[in-house]
């Protein structure tokens, strides 16, 4: 597993329904390209998040293909409708195959 | 053939227009998390002589750049803060110590930051942050020093700056820590290197302008440690102290040397008034 890697997310912790949420998240991730090289000039090989999704209720909500020119700590805000109370899991998946996952609840006000 | 002289007249003026859209600091106010007011614009403290009122150097950044200051969540220094706060809690060295051990929460640590670099009684010379919490870190803890602009020193800056943001900054200059700030108020007003710039040539003389793509601030370091777009990592005042003087085309000194612990308490002195903002976002 990369170091250093931790998903954080902030969700609103009630909505009414039908509200449109924004939702913010940030994974620290050092987003290596495979396009610098070491000071022997051997290339750094990538090493990035290749795919960020988030569900609600098991539907897909947003689903992004992340290139390797995104910068480090990658960082997305979203807006989504919340139907009805439930929970929304949010996924990373890393080139070395690691997959980081998070979830949060939201309840109906 | 004769030129129409309206044209360029037109274009005179939009150009004028143009550069007077960055000429000054804009008018926009700080506030962290929707609750937090900063102070980023105060009157310049008296011992100043050529600058009426100070400015942040948020002041001069891009909405852009200044939106990702105003929300925690946003704010990427804050990722050092969260290391900062792991270190804070583990004990380390032959005394097995933390940092918590002797002060509790960080939040003890409020106002701290103000009042630094400040002198130091015991040591007998104006110490910085860092030099303290190395200090502890090798007398009360008996742990390796840090680095001084490593990666865990300037996150523990931060954490420690970050509990006192929205406080004045306000070091003191006289008494025992006068003399050392005289040698950095020299310090400032001193050209260097190759280019024979100091750094009143840019940061008094000509904020507000650009230099190439940059918008000079006043260089206040209220805002250290300062989370920058161009290295995605928190940077320690003498970590920025050493990339200016350099880009003077000057040998620099050290981090951590008499003369940027002089400088440190001279510049920190020219933002009295302003408020505590590390870690802040710079580009």
Redesign the interface.
């Known amino acids: 597993m990369a170091s250093g890697v931790k998903p954080r997310v902030k969700v609103p912790k009630s909505a009414a329904a039908g509200d449109i949420i924004t939702i913010k998240t940030l994974i620290s991730h050092k987003m290596e390209s495979g396009q610098r090289k070491d000071d022997d000039g051997n290339i750094i090989p990538r090493s990035i998040i290749n795919r960020f999704t988030a569900e609600f209720n098991g539907q897909n909500v947003i689903d992004v293909v992340l290139e390797p020119a995104i910068s480090t700590n990658p960082f997305f805000e979203f807006e989504a409708v919340v139907p009805e109370a439930g929970e929304f899991k949010f996924t990373w998946y890393d080139d070395d195959g690691d997959v980081y996952e998070t979830a949060k609840q939201i309840a109906l006000s | 053939m004769q030129l129409d002289p309206k044209p360029i007249g037109l274009l005179a003026a939009i150009c004028v227009v143009g550069g007077a859209a960055w000429a000054e600091p804009d008018e926009d106010q700080l506030t962290i998390n929707d609750e937090l007011a900063i102070v980023t614009e105060a009157a310049a403290p008296a011992h100043m002589e050529y600058v009426n009122t100070i400015y942040s150097g948020w002041r001069f950044r891009s909405d852009e750049t200044q939106a990702v200051q105003m929300d925690d969540?946003?704010n990427?220094g804050m990722?050092g803060v969260?290391n900062a706060l792991v270190n804070w809690d583990t004990a380390e060295g032959s005394a097995g110590q933390s940092c918590s051990g002797c002060h509790g929460a960080a939040e003890e640590m409020a106002g701290v930051r103000a009042v630094y670099p400040k002198w130091n009684e015991e040591k007998g010379m104006v110490t910085t942050l860092e030099m303290e919490v190395n200090n502890c870190r090798e007398t009360r803890m008996g742990a390796e020093k840090w680095k001084y602009t490593g990666g865990d020193m300037t996150d523990m800056v931060a954490l420690i700056s970050s509990v006192s943001r929205g406080m004045p900054v306000s070091v003191a200059i006289d008494g025992p820590a006068q003399e050392t700030w005289e040698k950095g108020k020299e310090l400032y007003y001193t050209r260097t290197g190759q280019l024979e710039l100091s750094c009143a040539n840019c940061h008094e003389d000509s904020y507000g302008q650009m230099i190439r793509a940059d918008h000079l601030s006043q260089g206040q370091i209220n805002g250290f440690p300062t989370y920058r777009l161009k290295n995605?990592k928190l940077n320690s005042v003498h970590a920025r102290f050493k990339g200016c003087v350099r880009d003077t085309r000057a040998e620099t000194f050290s981090p951590g040397s008499p003369e940027f612990i002089a400088l440190e308490l001279y510049v920190a002195s020219r933002g009295n008034g302003l408020s505590v903002e590390g870690p802040s976002v710079r580009n």
Do not use: A, K, Q
């Open positions: 969540f946003d990427p990722l969260e995605t």
